[in-house]
């Protein structure tokens, strides 16, 4: 028997939705699957198989059940699936990065973003962010998440600076600008003030006004679920790098093979009415979405005409 022709037999048996390490449970104690290596089944395999076939799984609050709708299987979502299982056990990083996903993707390992400041570590990892709904992303942000069939915005690593830094501080409550936490605000139509970065050394890294950071944080945590990884250091930005490449996150740039230019194009507007003081007019107007009526910013005085 096959791993998830067990997995079927074990919730079709209970007839209730069920957690991953419940089924893994089941699964030895009805010796239903064997290993090569002759080891128990852990959850984390029960993950991994759970992931590899939506067509067969379905993932809710109260825990993994079968898919009684067909999934033709050269859907979107179950070929990004396959692909993502498929990049990670060839990846040169593939125990690492594979390890961390089976931990980092399950939908039981997400929270919501305004339910976990007391909890992230002081340590480094990986994390992932995802949206509920796209449904409440921009016009052109949405229509890339529904085509890509994913709900996965960013991946990130703390390896620097520690999760309760990088990924909390920095990336979800905007105290120093993370680069996801300047991307979700170019996004959704915020700017950062005009000149803001004139005479300082990093013209980079442009930073939104203060109320702006109040709205986009209060965003982030009425539509944003969160998970992350505790790693050693110095396997962090492998696995951050296998993983970005087989999940194509909506929002990374770095070495993501999926990389949006709309996101390229709108950060670069930021930078240069951070650095120049007005809006220069970019050579591709990608990053405007007139149909979207989604969260103005009170700093976005210079927004251009064309």
Aim: hydrophobic fraction near 40%; aromatic fraction near 6%.
């Amino acid at each position: 028997m096959l791993l998830h022709d067990a997995i079927a037999d074990v919730l079709q048996s209970t007839g209730r939705p069920m957690q991953p390490v419940e089924i893994a449970e089941q699964i030895n104690l009805r010796g239903l699957y064997s290993r090569r290596d002759r080891e128990r089944v852990p959850a984390s395999q029960i993950n991994a198989r759970i992931r590899k076939h939506p067509e067969l799984f379905i993932r809710t609050p109260d825990g993994v059940r079968q898919n009684t709708i067909p999934m033709p299987a050269t859907s979107t979502l179950a070929t990004q699936r396959n692909s993502i299982d498929h990049t990670l056990s060839t990846s040169q990083f593939g125990g690492a990065s594979d390890n961390a996903a089976d931990q980092l993707l399950p939908f039981e390992a997400f929270r919501s973003a305004a339910d976990i400041d007391d909890d992230v570590p002081d340590l480094f990892g990986v994390y992932a962010i995802k949206i509920r709904d796209v449904r409440s992303l921009p016009p052109r942000y949405r229509d890339a998440a529904s085509d890509r069939g994913t709900d996965l915005l960013y991946v990130g690593e703390a390896a620097g600076r520690t999760l309760r830094h990088r990924f909390l501080r920095n990336e979800l409550r905007g105290r120093g600008h993370g680069t996801f936490f300047r991307s979700i605000g170019a996004v959704l139509g915020y700017r950062p003030p005009a000149g803001s970065l004139v005479g300082r050394a990093n013209a980079r890294n442009y930073r939104f006004s203060a109320t702006d950071v109040t709205a986009i944080v209060s965003w982030i945590n009425d539509h944003l679920d969160v998970s992350w990884v505790t790693l050693d250091a110095g396997v962090v930005h492998e696995t951050e790098v296998a993983l970005i490449r087989a999940l194509r996150p909506l929002l990374n740039i770095r070495d993501n093979p999926a990389a949006l230019r709309e996101l390229s194009d709108v950060r670069a507007l930021c930078r240069r009415l951070a650095s120049y003081g007005s809006e220069v007019p970019s050579a591709s107007p990608a990053h405007r979405d007139a149909t979207w009526a989604g969260p103005i910013s009170p700093t976005r005085r210079q927004r251009p005409s064309f």
